[in-house]
């Protein structure tokens, strides 16, 4: 099993990605994990730059993967919750598990119907590296909780 996390952008503050570099490291004591940072889009028109960003993020994507989008309109989970659903992933037939995070101009259509879940951290603002971490460590709570760890407490 894996699971993959895909953004666009890199993480530029480096005190958010030594944070997600942490959260990453513990998380691979559970499973094998990726980052994988995808390039920006550019140009002058938004709706361009999310057609970009969406066609790479959909390539990113392998198929027969469980697509969490981060999305401030999904879902919101407590930590208990969502480790109830990492468990009953982790037990499914899939092999790949992404989290997906898109652009500052946010996804399209498109990606948002690709999600099989959509998972809202907050009803705050966060800034999209701070998301970041939010979602590292979150998913590292996760799978303290599921194997029963005291990180969690």
């Given at each position: 099993?894996?699971?993959?996390?895909?953004?666009v952008g890199k993480t530029k503050n480096e005190h958010a990605r030594a944070l997600v570099e942490d959260y990453v490291g513990r998380?691979?004591?559970?499973?094998?994990?990726?980052?994988?940072?995808?390039r920006e889009g550019s140009g002058a028109d938004d709706r361009a730059v999310r057609?970009?960003?969406?066609?790479?993020?959909?390539?990113?994507?392998?198929?027969?993967?469980?697509?969490?989008?981060?999305d401030i309109e999904g879902q919101q989970l407590s930590s208990h919750e969502l480790a109830a659903r990492l468990e009953g992933w982790?037990?499914?037939a899939r092999k790949e598990i992404a989290f997906v995070v898109g652009g500052h101009l946010g996804v399209?259509?498109?990606?948002?119907s690709r999600a099989d879940v959509r998972w809202s951290l907050s009803r705050l603002t966060l800034t999209h590296e701070m998301a970041r971490v939010v979602a590292a460590e979150q998913l590292y709570r996760a799978f303290t909780i599921v194997r029963g760890l005291p990180y969690q407490k």
């Open positions: 099993m894996r699971l993959r996390l895909i953004w998380l691979s004591r559970f499973c094998r994990t990726e980052v994988t940072e995808l057609e970009e960003e969406a066609r790479r993020i959909a390539g990113a994507l392998t198929p027969g993967s469980l697509a969490v989008l981060l982790l037990g499914g399209t259509e498109e990606i948002k």
